[in-house]
């Protein structure tokens, strides 16, 4: 009777350990897949042009390269990816110099940077893309729109304005817009252990709310990226080339973009100067002003901007 109960005793934890290895394995393989979904964001590098690049990853289909602007990073297409990624490849890299990115021994400035996107691109097997840029990004992107005409479907560009390009000098020169200039090894050291109070001169200034733009999370992340050795300084070398860069850009916008092209800016920002400057370089310009917000759209304005980026992709 002993010997019975103990075999029935085994048989059934025999069966309880066969459910519980058939449980694992269903949530192991769920786990794989939720891991290779097409929205997965993974984290990459690239040696490109003698540097390594860092960018994030995700999806299928064509190719979308999201370039990010100054006092950010590729962390700021974080909430968009999974989006995009259900029907495009994208790829969101740090630009050389910025976040994980290597700092190159010069070049740092606009047209040279897209140069080194374009290669990245090119390493990736990218033989065509649809290029979005915010702030400096912005103007990466127009250098890799410009220098690369055959090889961008789309181009859409989010609130800074092109340096070169009729109506940039009001913009440049501006005294309210100080930190332009404000670059070199004085400023570097007033800055430094101080990176917290001037990025939030950045996100609270230049936004339509001054009490709500980036997240606590965001800034923290982009105060310690910038923070780390020889990385505000790098940042800046994009400023310290602007006139290099409104040269290039004159040169540059003599042939216009044939291609479609979206401007989306904030009212309270850089909007309407935006979308008249992109008239200027392009023949077919879709211009999208959004009301109540300043320069960060993507935080200010979630919804309108992705709405807006995803029925122009």
């Known amino acids: 009777m002993n010997d019975g109960k103990a ?3 085994r048989g059934n934890l025999s069966k309880r350990l066969s459910v519980v290895a058939s449980l694992v394995l269903l949530s ?3 786990l794989v897949r939720a891991q290779t979904t097409p929205q997965a964001i993974s984290a990459r590098f690239a040696d490109v042009d003698g540097i390594k690049l860092h960018y994030l990853a995700a999806g299928h289909g064509p190719t979308v390269i999201l370039l ?3 006092a950010e990073t590729s962390r700021m297409w974080r909430p968009i990816i999974p989006r995009l990624a259900r029907t495009f490849t994208v790829i969101a ?8 990115s290597g700092i190159p021994k010069d070049g740092l400035d606009m047209k040279t940077a897209a140069i080194r996107i374009h290669a990245l691109a090119k390493s990736l097997g990218v033989e065509k ?13 127009y250098a890799y729109a410009a220098q690369y005409p055959t090889e961008t479907e789309k181009l859409a560009v989010m609130d800074a304005f092109l340096p070169g390009v009729e109506g940039w000098e009001s913009v440049y020169n501006n005294p309210n817009i100080w930190h332009f200039r404000f670059h070199g090894p004085t400023p570097e050291a007033l800055v430094s252990g101080r990176e917290r109070t001037y990025f939030a001169y950045f996100w609270n200034d230049f936004a339509a709310d001054k009490t709500r733009s980036l997240p606590a999370a965001d800034r923290e992340a982009y105060v310690a990226a910038y923070s780390r050795p020889g990385r ?3 940042g800046w070398a994009y400023f310290a080339a602007f006139q290099q860069t409104a040269k290039d850009f004159a040169q540059l916008a003599q042939t216009k973009l044939a291609f479609p092209v979206l401007a989306i800016g904030g009212e309270k920002s850089l909007g309407e100067v935006l979308g008249h ?3 200027l370089v392009a023949t077919d310009v879709t211009v999208v002003v959004l009301k109540d917000s300043g320069h960060w759209v993507m935080e200010e304005r979630p919804n309108e901007t992705t709405d807006a980026l995803i029925k122009f992709l």
């Open 7 to 9: 075999k029935a005793e």
């Open 28 to 30: 192991s393989a769920n």
């Open 68 to 70: 990010h602007g100054y």
């Open 93 to 100: 890299p740090d630009l050389p110099g910025i976040g994980d």
């Open 129 to 141: 893309a649809r290029v979005v840029g915010h702030d400096i990004g912005l103007m990466v992107a």
């Open 232 to 234: 505000m300084r790098a």
């Open 277 to 279: 400057q992109m008239r």
